[in-house]
């Protein structure tokens, strides 16, 4: 048979891990504090209804909606992209200069189309977001980790790392990190930017979770403090609207947007027309505040009750993250507990059944950091599923402490 | 600053021929020819409108349409695909083997990601569809091409050349093929699958035209005769739906459909579900059937009044293609006429605008071939412009012949 290409090899191991992540996401007689799908009630179906009902008209935007579209993506939604999410950010950007993507992941596809021949390295936060690593893996990159602590990557970690390997890129995620929930701090925001400038290196900063805070005061992103344009901003719909949709966009600059362009051209042409015309409509008659409010609510909710359960019912010197916003938080177990092993168990166990993802698969460095680590999700389970599942989790977790000498 | 891939080189000169493509198609006071767009009258606005009522409602499939969907695609859609566009055609296939895409070409960009390689030979037919070609040179393979007829693909000249270059894959569009509107016969259809077998080489089978034919008798794709799983076909929803939806399937089996599916996960994860939801329900509840008579009626008479006006227009010597179905015709002028500078002369001159593409594109050979030739689309021009537009352009070739010497 005909022999696949090397990067199916490269990215075989991460694909394997990504595939087992979906498997148990929908059974449901699991708790599951697995994926990271936002709630099902954070989802504004009848809003959608109303704006398709109103705009799928011949007289209307109907034809626009159905018919081919443009490779940057529907003006009206950069537009509102550029005056509702990334002017207020202190990001005043020229709709020009985004595209809307396929979804946030798109984005990081298309930017490694533009930048990565194989064996360039990119350096990523220790942990990292593995299905990234995936994207990284099938461009047949060599990915290297930096340092993080509770403020985000460290800066001195960060420059050792360039020095030593040279990097064309640096993949982050600075706000609400996924899997840690852990936030990029302002002086350090501006340090990396100006890293990316001073060593001529690619900042890829993915937010994804940035428009969905609860607490603490919002921080600009990372784009905000780049003068020589070397920092590329990707984020999605998916947490604000709507994850099916698959819409994303990317912020760039100059050359690197026209190179995006044709990435893009010679992806999928542009981006569904569709859920851009519906979502463009949904800021434009004003719904996202009142939107953005009431999932903000609906989330801060999910996360305090997540944090009192695991404070109660998990074993004393368990470590967590309190997280400021997003859909993670990150909990370190005392002992010696492997939750992959912790994990097998509690899907095993009728009593239990609660799901999570086991932090091993988040190092790429693969000599079991993290193997005490999981990441624990709240967005799409209620408070009271919250509890059940934390407390059935910390009673198996207890139960394993007792059980070692 | 920080260098771009390699394959963004590789890509530039078609990246910039596509740039160029996109620029005159939505000029209103252009009669155009060039795009390969949909007729507006084609779109099913009204179905589509009715559908999202009704379906997106959270008690029905409403958070399906807006949650994350699955990598292959909505199982529904996946179902249809089966039942109602490949059985019939004599291609019984499993849904699970099936993948559903963000519109027909990344069906085309993710087979690259799994076979690939750098330097890789890929073979394609003589002209070919250059929006291909720029994902073929993004994935940094050497196109070769293969010589054609007026049966499609020369079956002698493709063994000549799979002997010279050992390609990885086989490119071509057998049905009403882009540009030139031709069909590969039955015969050929054979041989090419059993070559494809024999010499272990991926046949890449892209067939977007080929449930819109207006007269001549269905042939099974190159896919029925394939016994070896070396044949992968990839099909749009663009003709048959709506082309802004972005989307596509690819059918494949065994091991090439998991790979598939990582390349898909490290793309954009899925598809954007609503688009899916609608489309799915647009096959469940038999719109299809009087949906493509529609609009096969309306494209039949539009080729019929644009084959007629070339015949009655054009200058004595002109030779153009009879497609039995699709959107273009192929015209191949008399004289030493450049299509490129018609091109240019027409959008010029206030007496004629009318847009086509011209025909030099189309050839990677890049040795001057093709450059009396023009692809003439009739999709969505209505008759009576078709006729106003190729009486104008048949006068504009008419004086150019006349003032050579």
Request: with cysteine.
């Amino acid at each position: 048979m005909a022999v696949f290409a090397k990067r199916m090899r490269t990215m075989e191991r991460t694909a394997s891990i990504i595939r087992g992540l979906f498997g148990t996401m929908n059974d449901p007689g699991i708790i599951s504090f697995g994926g990271g799908s936002p709630a099902r009630e954070a989802l504004p179906v009848d809003i959608v209804r109303e704006i398709a009902n109103d705009v799928i008209r011949t007289d209307s935007r109907g034809v626009e909606a159905l018919q081919y579209g443009s490779v940057p993506g529907l003006m009206d939604l950069r537009q509102a992209v550029s005056t509702e999410l990334l002017t207020p950010r202190g990001v005043p950007a020229n709709p020009s200069n985004i595209l809307i993507t396929s979804g946030g992941l798109e984005g990081i596809n298309l930017l490694c189309q533009v930048f990565i021949d194989p064996g360039d390295v990119i350096l990523v936060e220790s942990p990292t977001f593995v299905h990234c690593v995936e994207i990284f893996e099938m461009f047949q990159a060599r990915c290297i980790s930096v340092a993080m602590d509770e403020d985000g990557m460290i800066p001195e970690d960060l420059e050792e790392k360039i020095r030593r390997h040279s990097p064309k890129m640096i993949y982050l995620v600075p706000t609400f990190h996924n899997p840690t929930g852990r936030t990029l701090s302002l002086e350090r925001r501006r340090i990396i930017a100006r890293i990316g400038s001073a060593c001529d290196v690619i900042i890829l900063e993915d937010d994804p979770y940035r428009d969905i805070r609860y607490s603490g005061s919002d921080l600009p992103p990372i784009k905000a403090f780049d003068t020589t344009d070397h920092t590329v901003l990707a984020n999605s719909f998916s947490k604000i609207f709507s994850p099916g949709s698959r819409l994303g966009y990317v912020l760039s600059s100059g050359e690197i947007n026209s190179r995006l362009l044709d990435a893009k051209t010679a992806t999928n042409s542009h981006t569904s027309m569709l859920p851009q015309v519906i979502c463009a409509e949904f800021f434009k008659r004003g719904h996202y505040p009142s939107h953005h409010k009431m999932i903000c609510d609906l989330y801060r909710k999910r996360r305090d009750t997540m944090i009192e359960s695991i404070d109660r019912f998990f074993p004393p010197g368990t470590k967590r993250v309190f997280p400021d916003g997003g859909l993670f938080t990150w909990v370190e177990l005392p002992g010696d507990i492997n939750t992959t092993e912790l994990l097998a168990e509690s899907l095993a166990d009728p009593d239990v059944r609660v799901a999570f993802v086991a932090g091993e698969g988040f190092f790429i460095e693969g000599n079991g950091m993290g193997k005490n680590c999981m990441r624990i999700s709240f967005g799409s389970v209620t408070p009271e599923k919250i509890r059940t599942g934390a407390e059935r989790l910390g009673k198996l977790i207890r139960q394993k402490l007792e059980r070692k000498p």
